[in-house]
């Protein structure tokens, strides 16, 4: 039938925006549903990819998010650029 | 959903119960809906319900459902869009003291419906000529005459008769006729489909006519649609609000930490509305504003003021070594709890601006549990705003924290604990109807289908997991 398809990829799509919050890969991703939403990995990472395909920037961003998260050094950066720009807030707080 | 209740609708058929149901219905029919239009007669009787019933002895009951879908299919094939018009419009008016939302609507409806009834009459025994040929006359007479009962007990007598409805209650009958409320059950897949109507024609122009015909289902009548509308609007506009405000905090944790960045807006999953499609990803991105989310999160304050936040922002970086300490309890208990409910874990980890997002709170609906954000995290505390971020930054004890290198950054390693994720995943399954926490754009379902099928999937949900 085609509406309960539609709304199990509507399922399987809200599982796999939570485990983006989670900032999760896809391979997490499919283990985790597959393991607490009995969600065959096959489906998981179709629906996925078609979700990059509708979503590329988002996806592109995310990647390259969770690449840099891996290194210290790009986090550092990061603390130190946010701690330079929050001078502003610390200025209006003033 | 298909009721063939037409309990409110039916009553044509039933001549033989009326009887002692009349005198409760006419009660009844005052202040409901009447419409019964299995003919097209019924059309302009309906408009007269409460006068005709009062002298009626037909008496229909409500309970009786039977007839009518045939009926009623007939009828709108004959009646056309005027027959509804009016149906609906003389439904309305019966309804504006049911539903003091639709007030307005209603009421610019009911002015239409006499517009409508005294012109229409031609044109509703036009349209309901198919489907009997006294219609025109009947309607005539009912409509310029409102207390001609004993003429339309004539008429009644002829047709199958319209009953008083009384039913709002049982009424589970999907006629497209518009009866009264009928109990729609709005599963996602239908919200999901109102919301894209609604999108396609503009939330604040959506018109619920326009977003019934572009939805297309039968079950629901244009007031389903109508009260639907108002509370995905009224909870639209809070949940806009919060998405903005988590917006700007989810931008601050990235920059902070970067790492849950692209999760983004990160837990307002508290959402409990239909707005996460809308609101989604665009608005908020974080990835790509990194540099605005200066101007974005000031007006957005809900919970806190500007200057607090700006202190804890101060507060951050020397509170991140603060934080390391804190004790464990912090994370799988916290999670383990509902999430609506904000359990305070660790006093000791908030300076005192803590309590005011707490106290604003209250004040704004948009917040109704101090949660959203914090739920994401493994670093979770359940506390709203500023404190959550707070808590973000500093590191999860579960977590393997301690390999992150000392220093300024405060480790924040997003790995998501088993227990988070496994409450995540249930709580989309057990309530499907929660928004979207990012909102993207959903792939297209026949491409889908297409892909699994080439991937050797025929048909899903998979009898077998």
Not at chain 2, 405 to 426: C, L, M, R, T, Y
Request: glycine content about 6%; charged content about 25%; proline content about 10%.
């Amino acid at each position: 039938m085609d509406d309960s398809s539609a709304s199990y990829i509507h399922t399987v799509h809200h599982l796999i925006e939570e485990c983006l919050v989670f900032n999760m890969s896809k391979e997490e991703c499919m283990e985790a549903l597959s393991k607490h939403a009995n969600i065959k990995p096959v489906i998981t990472s179709t629906v996925w990819k078609e979700l990059e395909k509708e979503n590329r920037e988002f996806f592109e961003a995310y990647t390259k998010n969770r690449a840099e998260r891996g290194s210290g050094m790009a986090t550092r950066e990061k603390i130190q650029n946010m701690l330079s720009s929050s001078t502003t807030i610390r200025d209006c707080k003033d | 959903m298909l009721a063939v209740s037409a309990a409110p609708l039916t009553n044509n058929n039933k001549d033989e119960r009326q009887g002692e149901m009349v005198e409760s219905f006419t009660m009844d029919v005052d202040a409901q809906e009447f419409p019964d239009f299995s003919d097209a007669n019924h059309l302009l009787d309906s408009i007269d319900l409460d006068d005709l019933f009062m002298g009626i002895d037909d008496g229909d009951m409500l309970p009786d459902l039977e007839m009518d879908p045939e009926i009623l299919g007939d009828f709108s094939l004959s009646g056309g869009e005027e027959s509804e018009v009016i149906n609906t419009s003389v439904l309305s008016v019966d309804r504006v003291d049911e539903e003091d939302n639709n007030n307005n609507t209603l009421k610019k409806e009911a002015e239409e419906a006499d517009k409508i009834s005294g012109s229409g009459s031609g044109s509703g025994s036009g349209s309901g000529s198919g489907l009997g040929s006294s219609s025109s006359s009947k309607g005539e007479e009912i409509v310029s005459k409102r207390e001609d009962q004993p003429g339309l007990k004539t008429l009644r007598g002829k047709d199958h008769g319209d009953k008083p409805r009384k039913s709002s209650a049982q009424t589970k009958s999907n006629n497209n006729q518009s009866k009264k409320k009928m109990k729609v059950d709005w599963t996602p897949e239908l919200h999901r489909r109102f919301v894209q109507a609604v999108e396609q024609l503009g939330v604040d122009k959506a018109v619920p006519s326009r977003i019934l015909e572009l939805m297309g289902i039968d079950c629901l009548t244009r007031h389903n649609i109508a009260s639907h509308l108002q509370k995905y609007r009224s909870h639209r506009k809070h949940l806009l609000a919060r998405e903005a405000e988590a917006a700007s905090w989810s931008q601050r944790r990235q920059m902070y930490g970067g790492a849950a960045a692209a999760g983004g807006r990160g837990g307002k999953r508290d959402m409990n509305t239909w707005i996460a499609p809308t609101i989604g990803f665009p608005p908020i991105t974080p990835v790509h504003h990194h540099h605005h989310h200066h101007p974005s999160f000031r007006p957005l304050h809900v919970w806190g003021h500007p200057s607090m936040d700006q202190s804890l922002m101060h507060m951050w970086p020397k509170h991140v070594p603060h934080s390391l300490s804190p004790p464990p309890p912090l994370t799988p208990p916290s999670w383990a709890q509902p999430r609506p409910t904000p359990p305070p874990p660790d006093p000791s980890y908030w300076h005192p601006h803590q309590r005011v997002p707490n106290g604003l709170t209250p004040g704004t609906p948009c917040f109704p549990q101090p949660l959203p954000a914090a739920t994401r995290f493994p670093a979770r505390v359940p506390v709203p705003g500023i404190p959550q971020h707070h808590a973000m930054y500093k590191v999860d004890p579960g977590i393997g924290v301690p390999t992150r290198q000392p220093g300024p950054n405060p480790p924040i390693d997003f790995h998501p604990s088993k227990e988070s994720v496994d409450a995540a995943i249930g709580d989309v399954l057990s309530k499907p109807w929660l928004p979207l926490p990012l909102g993207l754009k959903p792939p297209s379902t026949e491409s889908v289908m297409v892909e699994l099928q080439r991937q050797g999937v025929p048909k899903i949900p998979p009898t077998c997991a």
